[in-house]
């Protein structure tokens, strides 16, 4: 029998064990679209190796002081917040593809302004415009490749935008140890010229020229990525394509919307951040003879368990991998709470100095041994965030919401991320001081217990299902 017989023309977006589309120049667009997260994984990761060699610097270079290296690396956040608004409006309008395109500019102008700073405000103004990259890349990507993606590999290509950031930062680890800040910053140009080279040759979604009633272009595009139109399912397109508060009372609407903004909530609220915070410094108390290796062995944790998320991802499911994700960050951030509250001294140590490093009651070999613990907590704590909490809800984002809202209720989604990282970020120290480390990642954990019963009570699962069947599942059809 030959593939053009009729008897195998079955559905290919329907249940599993039919067909699937054998197109593979899906990858290909994924890939290209990816190269936005790489470029805003480069920008988070630059701070890292960029701040010490700024630190250090002498005059005509631009230096920075404490105050500043905090905004330095706080300032991307506010720029990525302002840019996931700036997406969500681009995305509806411009389209998938062309807004893409679009943030590989402010990508390529922030890190040209990096390079050639001559003081401090030319170094926050480059950073501000690599934040507003990073916002517009994290929404649109998700989006794109959730819609050119057929269900069977939607899981894996969508888990790739997070690998691709956790390599953005990786690669930006490594290219410190052997490369100044300026140079730093020339590399951090060559992803997002990459990807503007790439995506000029890459199609629009076919959903969102659907929108556009531009059906001949969307069956072309859909030809160019699946290799056929076969077994293609329109996605409703109702008269209605802007959003308007009063469509909130929709259940179709407010339930995903709900859930959107909770697990992005729920992501930042993880203790992701302070781990991240007390990489190093737990490093240091396991007498590792060169901290500033902790960067990269979590840089590399990351990446291999993301990777891992992104192969089981369309076998495992959505709920299970956040369940499990959610479990091991409970154990490990309880651990954490746990170290710190036996490593640090009496009442009259400073809250300022448990903030840089834990002060041992203990005799030198106890305090060791417990430092071992703390480091195998975080390598715990980072498994499993790479594996659930941290691709799982930019996919789920890019799949939940009907094709009318998507690009407002996704830019609501990422600029509640960005302002959370920010706000986590910027009052991170003074949460110390309140509660003590110990008390932060108490908090933490129980963070992460709710974060695991609303993953069990709340969120639908979405494996290979099509988008269009998960929106009648919101819809109640």
């Given at each position: 029998?030959?593939?053009?017989?009729?008897?195998?023309?079955?559905?290919?977006?329907?249940?599993?064990?039919?067909?699937?589309?054998?197109?593979?120049?899906?990858?290909l667009a994924a890939f290209a679209a990816a190269l936005g997260p790489l470029s805003f994984g480069f920008a988070l990761g630059y701070s890292s190796p960029a701040i010490p060699s700024l630190q250090r610097a002498a005059p005509p270079a631009p230096h920075l002081d404490d105050a500043a290296a905090s905004w330095f690396g706080a300032i991307v956040t506010l720029g990525a917040a302002a840019g996931g608004v700036l997406g969500g409006w681009l995305v509806?309008?411009?389209?998938?593809?062309?807004?893409?395109?679009?943030?590989?500019?402010?990508?390529?102008?922030?890190?040209?302004?990096?390079?050639?700073?001559?003081?401090?405000w030319m170094l926050l103004g480059g950073r501000l415009l690599t934040g507003l990259a990073c916002g517009v890349a994290s929404l649109v990507a998700p989006v794109y490749i959730s819609e050119i993606a057929y269900p069977a590999v939607r899981g894996l290509l969508g888990s790739c935008v997070q690998l691709m950031v956790v390599v953005g930062i990786l690669l930006a680890y490594?290219?410190?140890w052997v490369?100044?800040?300026?140079?730093l910053a020339v590399l951090g140009c060559a992803p997002p010229s990459l990807m503007l080279l790439l995506m000029c040759v890459m199609p629009e979604t076919p959903r969102f020229l659907l929108t556009q009633h531009r059906r001949q272009e969307a069956m072309a595009a859909l030809r160019f990525l699946w290799g056929s139109e076969q077994g293609w399912e329109d996605p409703p397109i109702g008269a209605e394509q802007s959003f308007h508060p009063a469509l909130l009372r929709q259940p179709g609407i407010y339930k995903p919307f709900i859930i959107g903004v909770s697990l992005?909530?729920?992501?930042?609220?993880?203790?992701?951040?302070?781990?991240?915070?007390?990489?190093?410094?737990?490093?240091?108390?396991?007498?590792f003879k060169d901290s500033s290796l902790a960067s990269v062995v979590v840089g590399v944790i990351q990446v291999l368990f993301?990777?891992?998320?992104?192969?089981?991802?369309?076998?495992?499911?959505?709920?299970?991998?956040?369940?499990?994700s959610g479990v091991a960050m409970v154990f490990?951030?309880?651990?954490?709470?746990?170290?710190?509250k036996l490593t640090q001294g009496g009442p009259g140590n400073s809250s300022h100095m448990?903030?840089?490093?834990?002060?041992?009651?203990?005799?030198?070999?106890?305090?060791?041994?417990?430092?071992?613990?703390?480091?195998?907590?975080m390598c715990l704590f980072i498994a499993g965030f790479a594996v659930g909490w941290g691709p799982i809800p930019w996919l789920l984002m890019s799949e939940i919401f009907p094709l009318h809202v998507k690009g407002v209720a996704t830019g609501m989604c990422v600029l509640t991320n960005w302002l959370m990282a920010f706000l986590v970020t910027k009052e991170f120290s003074s949460l110390m001081e309140v509660l003590r480390p110990y008390g932060a990642f108490w908090l933490a954990s129980a963070f992460c217990i709710f974060s695991v019963l609303f993953t069990l009570f709340c969120v639908p699962e979405t494996k290979g299902k099509t988008l269009e069947q998960i929106t009648a599942h919101f819809e109640g059809r």
């Amino acid at each position: 029998m030959t593939p053009e017989d009729p008897e195998e023309t079955q559905p290919l977006l329907g249940p599993p064990g039919g067909s699937a589309p054998r197109g593979r120049r899906v990858f290909l667009a994924a890939f290209a679209a990816a190269l936005g997260p790489l470029s805003f994984g480069f920008a988070l990761g630059y701070s890292s190796p960029a701040i010490p060699s700024l630190q250090r610097a002498a005059p005509p270079a631009p230096h920075l002081d404490d105050a500043a290296a905090s905004w330095f690396g706080a300032i991307v956040t506010l720029g990525a917040a302002a840019g996931g608004v700036l997406g969500g409006w681009l995305v509806d309008r411009a389209g998938r593809k062309l807004s893409l395109l679009l943030c590989s500019v402010p990508f390529v102008a922030g890190f040209a302004v990096i390079t050639a700073a001559q003081d401090v405000w030319m170094l926050l103004g480059g950073r501000l415009l690599t934040g507003l990259a990073c916002g517009v890349a994290s929404l649109v990507a998700p989006v794109y490749i959730s819609e050119i993606a057929y269900p069977a590999v939607r899981g894996l290509l969508g888990s790739c935008v997070q690998l691709m950031v956790v390599v953005g930062i990786l690669l930006a680890y490594l290219a410190g140890w052997v490369l100044e800040w300026r140079w730093l910053a020339v590399l951090g140009c060559a992803p997002p010229s990459l990807m503007l080279l790439l995506m000029c040759v890459m199609p629009e979604t076919p959903r969102f020229l659907l929108t556009q009633h531009r059906r001949q272009e969307a069956m072309a595009a859909l030809r160019f990525l699946w290799g056929s139109e076969q077994g293609w399912e329109d996605p409703p397109i109702g008269a209605e394509q802007s959003f308007h508060p009063a469509l909130l009372r929709q259940p179709g609407i407010y339930k995903p919307f709900i859930i959107g903004v909770s697990l992005m909530a729920f992501q930042q609220l993880s203790g992701v951040n302070a781990v991240m915070f007390y990489a190093e410094t737990i490093f240091e108390e396991a007498k590792f003879k060169d901290s500033s290796l902790a960067s990269v062995v979590v840089g590399v944790i990351q990446v291999l368990f993301t990777a891992v998320a992104a192969l089981i991802m369309d076998r495992a499911g959505r709920r299970l991998l956040l369940v499990l994700s959610g479990v091991a960050m409970v154990f490990s951030t309880s651990a954490f709470g746990t170290y710190f509250k036996l490593t640090q001294g009496g009442p009259g140590n400073s809250s300022h100095m448990a903030l840089s490093a834990p002060v041992s009651a203990e005799p030198v070999d106890a305090s060791v041994g417990l430092a071992w613990l703390a480091v195998g907590s975080m390598c715990l704590f980072i498994a499993g965030f790479a594996v659930g909490w941290g691709p799982i809800p930019w996919l789920l984002m890019s799949e939940i919401f009907p094709l009318h809202v998507k690009g407002v209720a996704t830019g609501m989604c990422v600029l509640t991320n960005w302002l959370m990282a920010f706000l986590v970020t910027k009052e991170f120290s003074s949460l110390m001081e309140v509660l003590r480390p110990y008390g932060a990642f108490w908090l933490a954990s129980a963070f992460c217990i709710f974060s695991v019963l609303f993953t069990l009570f709340c969120v639908p699962e979405t494996k290979g299902k099509t988008l269009e069947q998960i929106t009648a599942h919101f819809e109640g059809r």
